[in-house]
């Protein structure tokens, strides 16, 4: 019994090794062909070519998203930012735009196209400083001490408390 087990097997390897240097030499085969073709095209290599099917041009390049920020920064300062501009400040903001953040910050803090948030005007802030906008953390400091509640400082201080453990 072991030894029909054991003929099994080894016929099964030989059989799998066979096929495997069928294909490498199918393989082999094709690319030495391309390469004849390359290197010294004849009649034949120019109807292969002619009968392969064409590959489709490139798509063009993707629109973007949104709004420009030009646009988004016009709407925010005439106070008329819709919800498409905090769409793509948002976007752009996950993507670390430190103009981005800073924008949608002063949007949530002031209520421009979005509902008022002082936290996460205060949190977004945060991040705004961390990606060095000038006077970030300033207001970030303006927004704790005089926008937030009593709650929401807790709230802050608690959630930097365990963002510092050692």
């Not at 000038?134 to 509640?149: G, I, M």
Request: aromatic share 6%; with cysteine; hydrophobic share 40%.
């Amino acid at each position: 019994m072991m030894r029909r087990m054991r003929r099994a097997f080894f016929l099964s390897a030989a059989l799998v090794a066979a096929l495997a240097s069928a294909t490498a030499r199918a393989q082999f085969y094709d690319l030495d062909g391309a390469y004849r073709c390359l290197k010294s095209p004849d009649p034949d290599c120019e109807k292969a070519l002619a009968d392969r099917p064409q590959m489709a041009p490139p798509a063009p390049p993707e629109k973007p998203v949104g709004p420009a920020f030009s646009d988004i920064i016009a709407h925010v300062k005439n106070h008329t930012a819709g919800q498409k501009d905090i769409d793509q400040l948002a976007r752009l903001s996950e993507a670390n735009d430190p103009r981005a953040v800073e924008v949608l910050a002063w949007c949530k803090l002031n209520g421009i196209g979005t509902p008022r948030d002082a936290l996460a005007a205060y949190w977004l802030y945060g991040k705004a400083a961390g990606l060095n906008v000038p006077h970030a953390r300033e207001n970030q400091t303006a927004v704790f001490e005089r926008q937030l509640t009593a709650e929401q400082r807790q709230e802050v201080l608690t959630a930097e408390n365990k963002q510092v453990k050692p």
